[in-house]
């Protein structure tokens, strides 16, 4: 036994454990969309169902000899594509299909050795079932499924605690590859053991002995459905957690180890699924989603009230399938609905809904779909008064879900969806501006314009006239033409700085931002400057450009509330440094409710031989136009000494004692919370 689990923990370890490390990898490569995580979990679970797949290809058509050397075979030429590492390559094409070419580096960087892993779970409890362990009553195989769960949980907690605040990526995907031929080596070792005991000792065929009428179609539906429900949950709320609060491996980790501790609790022993105890819970789960859904929340409840309610609703939906499990005989049957269910699910999230929707309809669909599969379950043994009332309590759930999904369009001008977002402008009515238009990202404002003719040319939000960027830009030269440079357009309001003969070059990687701001806001029209935009990566596009000569060049690109991390490292700031006249200024935006980037900022400067200065406006609450921002500007040391009167009261950012500097193969976000 100890054999089997030593290779089953190592595998589902590695298993999970490689998620984050090749998310983080790539993640700069695509904006830092909080969608690279949910592209990526669709293909790991596309990957488990192949795997599912393939071992019960091999359990119901080969001898145990034959899946053993078939099987053999597989990880020894999974060796050849060691190490871990994604291609730069993507880089280039990335941005034309993001979500295939997420699907595609994966594929080319980890396909193969993931694949192998995903298989080792339900392999080794088939093996192990027909083992002489089993046949003299040894431990229950789905006591491995629930050993394999408590590893993946603990790679994924370990991930951001110990492992991403003191490896670099690249030290990280070589660590995991050499743990992968590790893995190899106990699996090679455990075939060749349950070999010798298959010629030894002939399978007793006590796992078979009751294996009862194999599972109906309706059961294996509802295995799926049960499964996909748990998946779409899994997703949608991992989705929300990360765009309003920032896309981090912590906030990618914490749903899904949520996720795989249900699992742990429901398949190691059905008593820690209680019954009456969740279902009880689960009504008031869907409580405090309406409320997240409907109203928001602080961060802090936010993550608490989502995180709670997902493990009742994981809790309900893995606890019913194990409930519902198969004879010992078709596990691998069930395990592959299991993960068909996982996939389906998955595709929904990550592929379909931002093809087809415009916006995050996949959350109410979700949670409509527990409810009602609860109702199926629960179905046969009620009586027929309490069908009618749990019936009408599903029809009166499902209506208010389509009310809250069309509260997420009504009321605004324009609703967009795609791989990088959901946008949507909203007007109202402010009581001294009239009109007031803002573009939205999420709930984060990302831009806005008061639409009266007497204020429609004045900057507003964090481009106000007494913020740090609008400070900077009038102190540059006003006796010649100034060429400026913007990575993040939102609504375009810093076109208003730009005065004919200028030239600002404006770098957007999502095209329905710039459709959004030529069609429902009239900075751009009304700058008399020249208007060059260029869709793309702001940082990629810049490393592949001729340098720009820029007098000024802003930072400005958000993901919700969040800056992309790739666009702050070191290496990053040197790719803007390199555009930049003699005397021009780096400003970089870090306005953020739940992060002080200030010393990332100042251990830039440092590494590239710049003082950061730091402008934080907090305007009166009666400010017509000014909201809180927080600007860094990079300049000289000698600029620095002779500061013009407008940017005098910079406060320098000193290097925090400690801290380790941003790099592209290494940054941590726990060092910088709030």
Not at 426 to 434: A, C, H, M, P
Request: a neutral charge.
């Amino acid at each position: 036994m100890m054999l089997f689990a030593t290779t089953v923990f190592l595998s589902a370890f590695l298993l999970f454990q490689i998620q984050p490390i090749v998310a983080k990898m790539i993640l700069p490569w695509f904006g830092g969309a909080s969608s690279v995580w949910s592209i990526c979990l669709v293909f790991f679970q596309a990957e488990l169902l192949l795997g599912y797949a393939y071992v019960h290809w091999l359990h119901e058509r080969l001898a145990p000899q034959r899946q053993m050397l078939v099987h053999g075979a597989l990880l020894l030429l999974s060796l050849a594509t060691l190490p871990v590492v994604a291609n730069p390559a993507w880089k280039d094409v990335a941005q034309a299909h993001p979500s295939l070419s997420v699907l595609a580096v994966l594929a080319t960087t980890v396909g193969a050795p993931y694949l192998l892993l995903s298989t080792t779970g339900p392999l080794m409890q088939a093996w192990y079932a027909r083992s002489a362990a089993m046949a003299s009553g040894g431990v229950q195989p789905y006591r491995l499924y629930a050993l394999s769960n408590l590893a993946s949980m603990l790679a994924l907690l370990s991930y951001p605690v110990l492992v991403e605040p003191f490896m670099a990526v690249a030290d990280q995907g070589l660590g995991w590859s050499a743990g992968y031929a590790v893995f190899v080596l106990s699996c090679l070792g455990t075939a060749a053991m349950t070999w010798r005991r298959g010629r030894t000792q002939p399978d007793s065929g006590s796992a078979d002995t009751d294996p009862g009428p194999p599972p109906g179609w309706r059961e294996c539906l509802l295995w799926v459905g049960l499964a996909a429900t748990a998946s779409v949950l899994l997703l949608s709320i991992t989705r929300h957690l990360t765009q309003d609060v920032a896309p981090v491996p912590f906030l990618w980790v914490l749903p899904l180890s949520i996720y795989l501790l249900s699992f742990i609790l429901c398949f190691d022993a059905p008593r820690y699924y209680v019954r009456p105890l969740f279902l009880t819970a689960l009504p008031l789960a869907f409580l405090a989603l309406d409320h997240v859904m409907n109203s928001g929340a602080d961060v802090p409840v936010l993550i608490t009230l989502l995180c709670v309610s997902l493990f009742v609703f994981c809790m309900v939906c893995h606890g019913e399938l194990v409930r519902r499990k198969p004879p010992v005989r078709h596990l691998t049957l069930f395990y592959l609905m299991l993960s068909v269910g996982g996939a389906m699910g998955g595709m929904l999230v990550g592929l379909v809904a931002p093809a087809l929707f415009n916006a995050y309809y996949e959350l109410p669909l979700g949670l409509f779909a527990c409810a009602a599969l609860l109702l199926v379950v629960l179905w046969s043994p009620l009586q027929r008064h309490w069908r009618v009332l749990l019936l009408i309590a599903l029809l009166a759930y499902g209506a208010r879900l389509v009310e809250i999904s069309l509260s997420y369009v009504q009321g605004y001008r324009a609703v967009m969806r795609n791989f990088y977002s959901q946008l949507r402008v909203e007007d109202s009515v402010d009581e001294k501006l009239g009109p007031v238009r803002a573009m939205l990202h999420g709930r984060i404002n990302h831009g806005e314009q008061a639409l009266a003719p007497a204020h429609r040319r004045q900057p507003t939000a964090y481009y106000c006239e007494r913020s740090g960027i609008a400070r900077a830009l009038r102190s540059l030269p006003q006796d010649r033409p100034l060429k400026l440079g913007v990575v993040g357009l939102g609504t375009g309001t810093l076109s208003v700085y730009a005065r004919a003969g200028d030239e600002m070059r404006v770098y957007e990687i999502n095209d329905q931002v710039l459709a959004l701001a030529r069609r429902e806001f009239s900075y751009l029209a009304d700058s008399p400057a020249r208007i060059v935009p260029l869709l793309g990566d702001g940082r990629l596009v810049l490393e592949r450009e001729a340098p720009q000569g820029f007098d000024l060049l802003a930072m400005d690109a958000f993901s919700g509330d969040s800056i992309p991390t790739h666009l702050l490292t070191i290496e990053a700031v040197r790719a803007y440094l390199r555009h930049l006249r003699p005397d021009g200024l780096l400003a970089v935006h870090i306005t953020n409710r739940y992060l002080d980037l200030q010393p990332v900022m100042a251990s830039a400067a440092a590494a590239t031989g710049k003082v950061a200065l730091a402008y934080d406006l907090d305007p009166a609450d009666d400010d017509l136009y000014c909201r809180h921002s927080v600007w860094v500007l990079f300049v000289s040391p000698q600029q620095a000494a002779r500061l013009p009167a407008g940017l005098a009261d910079g406060a320098v950012l000193a290097v925090k004692p400690g801290f380790k500097p941003w790099t592209d193969t290494f940054s941590n976000l726990l060092t910088i919370l709030k």
